[in-house]
């Protein structure tokens, strides 16, 4: 190697050392200013929130302040309107005085009717008095109707007590023997118990079908009447038939009804025929 690459060698040598050096230095400058700039930035905050603080109480106190001016000033002024108005009245009592010593026998009939006045006011006031015993008299009497009509107001709530207790028991009554009907399987229709005390309404009509049991018997029987007829189950019927093979065929009794049509069941069975479709039907022979 030539004295000069020597040179270069040594030279880039020194170089680096320095840029290592100065990146050093740099880097803990750069450590140093954060950290300065952090506890700067922490300072900085401490020192706004002590300001705001600062500020706040201020504000406060300004405000305090104010208040206090204020109601300061509401006293003065209420005190030289007040102040106003004694120095008016003793120029009024200046002037009173100085007119009631130099009108003093007027002063004294006007005192004679001062008293005639209260004399009069006096019997007012008695007059008013009498009106009053007049008025407390008719608030006691109303005061006792209204004790009257208060006890006869608890009477009253107590008979509802009473009639809402019995209403109950009446109403859990009624649903044990509705309870008991359908377990029997009894009528709750008060019409069924009335058709079997009281006649069906006179009425003609045809059969519509027969059907038949197990054994061939007729056994329902359905017709061309029903509650538009006034009828109603429990209802007996007899049923004949007419023509040249006129006959009696036996009597059903409803059980099922419509508003034009009806079920009977027959319960008198004729030995000279067989109930069919076209057979006549009606409440009386």
Known sequence: ?????????????????????????????????????????????????????????????KADMTALASQAEDRADRAEATNSALQAQLAELKQETERLSNSLQSQ??????????????????????????????????????NRIAEDKMYGLNVEKENLTKKNKELIERLAFLEKVVRNNNLETDPRVYAAQNDPPPVVSGLVVNATTDERGAVDLVEISLGADDGLVRGHRLEVWRSGEDARYLGQIELVYVDTDHAVGRLVDKAKNGIIKKGDNVTSKL
Do not use: C, P, W
Not at 113 to 130: C, F, G, L, T
């Open 108 to 145: 004294l009939a006007l005192v004679k009717i001062a008293e005639d006045e209260a004399e009069s006011r006096r019997s007012e006031a008695m007059s008013q008095r009498v009106v009053n015993t007049d008025l407390h008299k008719k608030l006691s009497d109303r005061i006792k109707d």
């Open 1 to 61: 190697m030539s004295l000069i690459g020597k040179f270069f060698v040594v030279m880039q040598i020194l170089l680096s050392v320095t840029f290592m050096g100065f990146a050093a230095t740099v880097f803990t400058y750069q450590n140093n200013y954060k950290t300065l700039y952090e506890n700067e930035t922490k300072a900085k905050t401490q020192i706004q929130a002590e300001k705001d603080n600062l500020q706040a109480d201020f504000d406060k106190v």
